[in-house]
Every structure is written in structure tokens, then in C-alpha cells.
């Protein structure tokens, strides 16, 4: 009686979760990303396209050392000198946001499809419960 209810209760858990990720128009959280336009430009946005406005931009050699600092116009572009050797950027909203992003490196996690990601996450989620539950069945014996 009681392992009906587990995996009766596993099987909610699980429509549940694949309920939710078919619906991103639901999600209201997003990240920021960096992109340089060309040299002397970078673009701030979200994720979902809308450009991050008023944004602080900071621009680092690779010792570490601040070259440049300023803010991003209302369209999220940043503009500096072009003769400075900038090795990463990094760019924070003033809301929780903040993203870098290292010259010539590419951004890996948007290779990767969602959906790809999202079936990632929710396997290592039922990996892990389904290695408590005989774990735990293990015990009672």
C-alpha cells in the first residue's frame, strides 16, 4: 500500500514537472548576456531579447586591471575605446543581474538546446530520488 502511494506521488511529481517546462512562456526569470557587436561595442541584454538599459559595464585587461567603466545606453550598448586590449567584460543591471563574457570565448549554454537542458535536470532529479528510495528500502530489510 504504501509503494502505490510513492509512486503514485513520483508520477505527479514528474507531469508536474514536464507540465511546467512545456510553458517557458510562464518563466519570468532570465539571465543577461554580453555580446561584442565589434571592437569598441558590446551589447547588453536578456536572454529574451530586451536590451538591459542603464547597465554598468566593466571592462578588464587579463591581470585583472579596470580599463573601462560606464553605463549602457537605453538600447544596452556600451561603447569604448577601440585600442584597449579588453580580455572580459562584466555587466550588472542593479536587479540581481550580472553577466561577463571572456574575448573569443563562446557562450557553451546557448549551444545547448532547452529542451536538452530542461530533460538534464529533471533526470538528474529522478536519479537521485529513485536512489533514496532504494536506499531507504534497503534499510527496512
Known amino acids: 500500500m504504501n509503494n502505490k502511494k510513492v509512486i503514485l506521488f513520483a508520477v505527479i511529481c514528474v507531469c508536474l514537472c514536464f507540465s511546467t517546462l512545456f510553458h517557458p512562456q510562464a518563466a519570468f526569470a532570465h539571465r543577461m548576456v554580453i555580446e561584442q557587436v565589434e571592437d569598441g561595442l558590446v551589447h547588453v541584454r536578456y536572454d529574451d531579447g530586451a536590451s538591459a538599459g542603464l547597465a554598468i559595464v566593466s571592462a578588464f585587461d587579463e591581470d585583472g586591471e579596470l580599463l573601462d567603466e560606464g553605463e549602457?545606453?537605453?538600447?544596452?550598448?556600451?561603447?569604448?575605446?577601440?585600442?584597449?586590449?579588453?580580455?572580459?567584460?562584466?555587466?550588472?543591471?542593479?536587479?540581481?543581474?550580472?553577466?561577463?563574457?571572456?574575448?573569443?570565448?563562446?557562450?557553451?549554454?546557448?549551444?545547448?538546446?532547452?529542451?536538452?537542458?530542461?530533460?538534464?535536470?529533471?533526470?538528474?532529479?529522478?536519479?537521485?530520488?529513485?536512489?533514496?528510495?532504494?536506499?531507504?528500502k534497503k534499510t527496512k530489510r
Not at 78 to 89: A, P, Q, T
Not at 101 to 118: H, K, M, Q
Open 72 to 136: 549602457t545606453d537605453e538600447d544596452g550598448y556600451f561603447h569604448y575605446e577601440k585600442g584597449l586590449d579588453v580580455h572580459r567584460f562584466a555587466a550588472d543591471d542593479g536587479m540581481g543581474h550580472r553577466a561577463t563574457f571572456v574575448s573569443g570565448e563562446e557562450n557553451t549554454v546557448d549551444t545547448i538546446p532547452l529542451y536538452i537542458r530542461a530533460l538534464l535536470g529533471v533526470s538528474i532529479l529522478l536519479f537521485t530520488a529513485s536512489s533514496f528510495y532504494y536506499r531507504s
